[in-house]
C-alpha cells in the first residue's frame, strides 16, 4: 500500500508538505527503489533496503526516478534531485538536528536553499569494508589498557533502559523499539566505573551482515582512551559473530579513533547537519 504525502506526514510526524506526489514505499516495495541506490556503500541505507530499519520514500510507486531513506537522524537522497523530498525531514522537535547526505552533487544547490540559515556543511569520511584488514592480536591488547576501577558489560536490558535514559548515550540504542529488539538485533559493550556508564560501543544501525557501529563517551571521560578500549571489544565480538563491524566516521578525531582500530580511509564526502543551529555550533 502507498500513501500520499499529506497522509505521510499526518501519521509519521512530519512538518513540511507542499503537493500529494510523495509515496512511502512498503517493506515489500522497497527493491523499486534499490537501483537509485546502487554502488552505495552506506550500511544504513543497506539495513533500510532489507526491510529492517527506517523509512523510504519516493516519487512515484511504481517507476521512481528520486528516492528519500530515513533512518534516525540520518537522511539519504539518490536519483533526480526533487525539492518535495529535500522538505520531508522529520519535525524538529522529534529530530533536532538531521544528516542529509546524497552521492551526487546535483542535490547540494537544492538542500543549501531549501534550509538557507539552517545547515551546516561538512565532510565526513567513508571508511574501507575489509574485514581482514583487522589486527584482532592488537585489538586484544587496547583491551588491557582498561583502567583498574573500570568494568566492560554487554550491553543487556537494564543498561539498554539506562542508556535510553541520558541525552549523551541515547544513540547507542535509539533505533530499537525496545530492550528485546535489541537484544535479538543490536550488539554493544560500555564501561562501567563507580556503577556509572561512562562509555560505550554499540550498533546504531544492523542489517543482514553486520552493523553501524556508535561510539559515545560521557563528556568528562573523553580523550582518555576508553572509547578505543570499548570499541576494540565490539569489533572484536563482531568478528567473532561473522557480523562486519562497519563504521562512518563524522569528523577528523572519530576519523583518528577508527584508523587506530585498523579501519583504512575510502574517501571523504560532503554532508549537512540541518536543524537548530545553536545545537549545530554546539561542541561534539
Not at 527493491?31 to 529492517?52: D, R
Not at 523509512?55 to 528519500?68: E, G, I, L, R, W
Request: glycine residues 6%; contains cysteine.
Amino acid at each position: 500500500m502507498f500513501l500520499q504525502s499529506q497522509e505521510i506526514f499526518l501519521l509519521a510526524g512530519f512538518y513540511t508538505a507542499r503537493r500529494l506526489t510523495l509515496y512511502t514505499i512498503s517493506k515489500k516495495n522497497l527493491q523499486c527503489i534499490a537501483p537509485l541506490f546502487k554502488g552505495w556503500n552506506e550500511t544504513p541505507v543497506w539495513s533500510c533496503l532489507q526491510g529492517h530499519l527506517g523509512q523510504a520514500f519516493a516519487d512515484n510507486p511504481d517507476t521512481p526516478k528520486s528516492a528519500q531513506i530515513l533512518i534516525g537522524d540520518f537522511c539519504f537522497f539518490a536519483g533526480i534531485p526533487d525539492p518535495e523530498l529535500i522538505d520531508n525531514i522529520p519535525d524538529p522537535i522529534r529530530v533536532p538536528v538531521i544528516t542529509l547526505i546524497t552521492r551526487q552533487e546535483s542535490w547540494h544547490s537544492l538542500i543549501e536553499s531549501t534550509y538557507d540559515g539552517r545547515y551546516i556543511k561538512f565532510i565526513r569520511y567513508a571508511l574501507k569494508k575489509e574485514p581482514e584488514a583487522f589486527n584482532q592480536e592488537q585489538l586484544r591488547v587496547n583491551l588491557t589498557g582498561l583502567p583498574q576501577d573500570c568494568e566492560i558489560c554487554r550491553i543487556d536490558g537494564t543498561l539498554y533502559r539506562t542508556l535510553r535514559n541520558e541525552e549523551w548515550s541515547k544513540d547507542l540504542c535509539s533505533q530499537f523499539k525496545n530492550a528485546q529488539d535489541y537484544a535479538q538485533n543490536g550488539l554493544g559493550f560500555v564501561i562501567i566505573k563507580n556503577h556509572e556508564v561512562i562509555t560505550g560501543a554499540s550498533s546504531y544501525t544492523y542489517y543482514d551482515d553486520g552493523i553501524e557501529i556508535q561510539i559515545d563517551t560521557k563528556r568528562p571521560y573523553r580523550r582518555q582512551g576508553l572509547a578505543r578500549i570499548v570499541g576494540s571489544r565490539l569489533i572484536l565480538e563482531c568478528l567473532q559473530q561473522n557480523r562486519y563491524p562497519s563504521w562512518d566516521a563524522v569528523s577528523q578525531e572519530s576519523l583518528g579513533l577508527a584508523k587506530s582500530l585498523g579501519y583504512c580511509l575510502e574517501a571523504p564526502y560532503t554532508a549537512y547537519a540541518v536543524g537548530d543551529m545553536a545545537l549545530l555550533s554546539a561542541p561534539r
